[in-house]
């Protein structure tokens, strides 16, 4: 009659002995890698949203020399950065700002695996409103918010923030700490800044991401961020609508009416499957 094989070292069958060094290394917290999002999540549209509102339009003090680059900058999510890259972009098209130099982010505009930001509207570095350079949303799209102050800095650049993985769920305080190695943000931002001179029951609107009748279409970017879908529409008065449509089936839509630039009417709706409606709801 056979016997089974013990391992001198281990009382357990020797097939499951020569595993159990890896399963207990693998299971040590000493030999696992912290992650920095936690559980991976994926990035949100609330999580745009807020992104948005804590980059958009936001100043830097420039602490290493930021070049001027047709092609975004490369800056790792670890906050690392090929600093050879950047000395040849700098070497070919002079820098965008020195240290010491005041930028602004004058867009922001947020894809699959990176978040790509210019700088003080990019290489042409033009003059004009940043409420023109917004992107928000899975597609990328236009949310103004006005603003008055300059930037000192002489040109533009851009910077592509890489991941190298989906985008993770993270906060526009997230992004400035990623940063920090060469842009050091203020505390308080233009967005805040605007967000704070508003009536305050358009302040608590947007904070619980809600449009109200009244509202402008900047407001509503900022509150519910860009629709899916735009609609024109004539009334039996003649009057020029424009419906912003939120949502996809199935599921709340959500139908926000402009007569000229202010909220006239809000409506929300039930899609099902095939994309038919229920009666609207208020």
Request: charged fraction near 25%; charge should be positive.
């Amino acid at each position: 009659m056979s016997r089974k094989r013990w391992s001198p070292f281990c009382f357990l069958p020797s097939a499951f002995c020569l595993l159990l060094p890896a399963f207990c290394l693998l299971s040590s917290d000493s030999w696992l890698l912290t992650p920095v999002y936690a559980a991976d999540k994926k990035l949100t549209e609330d999580d745009r949203i807020e992104i948005l509102r804590g980059l958009m339009a936001e100043y830097a003090t420039v602490k290493t020399i930021l070049p001027r680059s047709r092609k975004p900058l490369p800056f790792d999510s670890n906050g690392t950065w090929d600093k050879q890259v950047w000395a040849e972009a700098g070497k070919e098209f002079g820098p965008a700002a020195r240290v010491g130099d005041q930028v602004q982010i004058t867009r922001v505009n947020m894809e699959s695996d990176k978040i790509l930001l210019e700088i003080n509207h990019g290489v042409k570095g033009g003059k004009g409103n940043w409420r023109d350079h917004v992107s928000i949303g899975m597609g990328g799209g236009m949310a103004p918010v006005n603003t008055q102050q300059n930037s000192n800095a002489p040109s533009g650049t851009n910077i592509a923030l890489l991941f190298n993985k989906p985008l993770p769920s993270l906060k526009a305080a997230e992004i400035k700490k990623i940063l920090a190695p060469v842009l050091d943000f203020e505390k308080e931002t233009a967005t805040e800044n605007y967000v704070e001179k508003l009536p305050e029951p358009v302040q608590k609107a947007i904070k619980a991401n809600k449009a109200m009748e009244g509202m402008n279409r900047d407001e509503v970017l900022l509150a519910l961020g860009r629709p899916r879908r735009r609609e024109r529409n004539v009334t039996k008065d003649g009057a020029e609508t424009e419906d912003w449509i939120y949502g996809d089936p199935p599921g709340k839509i959500t139908f926000v009416t402009f007569t000229g630039s202010k909220v006239t009417e809000i409506k929300e709706a039930y899609a099902d499957v095939g994309g038919s409606t229920a009666v609207p709801v208020r």
